[in-house]
């Protein structure tokens, strides 16, 4: 069984699949990076466009997505999406979500019982909403089995201890009791700071800035490299311009010095970009240019396939 929103390549050792729940027009551009200009959108509009742009409306196009990876062994679910029927009065766009994302991961052959760890990047509503599932009152952890990888820092800032992300967003508050509260209550939680390394090819960094515990996954097996970054970029803009931040970045030094260094190693070592939102190929090579970067080659996915025989291939040229 394939589908155009289940998508895998082969880095190394690991199994890179990817879940693509959403993808189109979502904010006007600058609303979304409210430091970057008109320019900066029109001027790359024949690659930001269709995938990245909508120039006809001057919206961002974002995915909602998530990245399965198979390494040694087990199952590792890289951030959740949104959830299903949540109370989200503060993002329209999210409020009473209804999706299909527990379908695709079965059409990427992966059953809730089958994760091993989820690793939730950042505590915003659109990575953890399917750390539950069930109903208002009722949520319960979606993965039985799984180890849930949080931030100890967001979890700090986003949990009762700092009264919800010191109460300026009610969202925050309902996020915290349906998505994250249910997994320490059932013993699933893992609280990290720092480095957290995960298998022989996976760990986890701290890159704050866009929440306090903001962080990115980095992937090495073989000659192969790839950083999961988050939310540190929302935009390929961004990496035009690293000091560009996103509107949803809460402390905008930190995002934008984390953003730097890690595009910096990125660019020095080869690795795979690959953000949370961006859609298209999801992920791209960055490469240095004077004191600033430039895109390099975009990756390229095969439709997935359940099995035990089907082909994967590396990330190539667009």
């Known amino acids: 069984m394939s589908s155009e929103s289940v998508q895998s390549m082969v880095l190394g050792d690991v199994e890179v699949i990817r879940i693509v729940e959403w993808q189109a027009p979502y ?46 062994g087990r199952t590792i679910l890289v951030d959740t999406p949104v959830g299903n029927g949540r109370e989200r009065p503060g993002s329209p766009q999210f409020h009473h979500w209804q999706g299909d994302f527990l379908g695709l991961l079965a059409q990427a052959g992966i059953a809730p019982g089958d994760v091993d760890v989820v690793v939730n ?55 915290y009791e349906d998505s994250i509260a249910p997994v320490h209550r059932a013993g699933q939680a893992v609280l990290w700071d720092g480095t957290h390394r995960i298998d022989d090819h996976l760990t986890l960094e701290s890159a704050p800035g866009h929440t306090p515990g903001s962080s990115v996954l980095r992937l090495a097996s073989g000659t192969d490299r790839a950083v999961f970054v988050g939310d540190l970029l929302h935009s390929p803009v961004q990496i035009l311009q690293p000091c560009w931040n996103s509107c949803f970045c809460l402390d905008a030094a930190l995002a934008a010095a984390s953003r730097r260094r890690i595009l910096e190693r ?41 099995r035990g025989s089907a082909h994967h291939d590396r990330p190539r040229s667009a």
């Open 27 to 72: 904010a006007p551009a600058r609303d979304l990076v409210p430091e970057s200009d008109a320019e900066a959108w029109q001027d790359n509009e024949d690659w930001l466009a269709p995938h990245h742009w909508d120039p006809a409306t001057d919206r961002a196009v974002v995915a909602l997505q998530s990245w399965a990876l198979r390494s040694g």
């Open 121 to 175: 990047t950042h505590l915003h509503g659109d990575h953890v909403g399917w750390n539950t599932a069930g109903t208002e009152g009722e949520w319960l952890p979606t993965f039985p089995h799984a180890q849930y990888l949080i931030p100890a820092a967001d979890n700090f800032h986003f949990g009762p201890d700092n009264a919800y992300g010191n109460g300026l967003r009610e969202d925050d508050r309902l996020i």
């Open 266 to 306: 990125a660019a020095a070592t080869r690795e795979l970009v690959v953000p949370a939102h961006f859609g298209g190929a999801g992920a791209v090579e960055v490469r240095k240019e004077g004191d600033g970067f430039t895109l390099g080659r975009w990756a390229a996915h095969r439709a997935h396939v359940v």
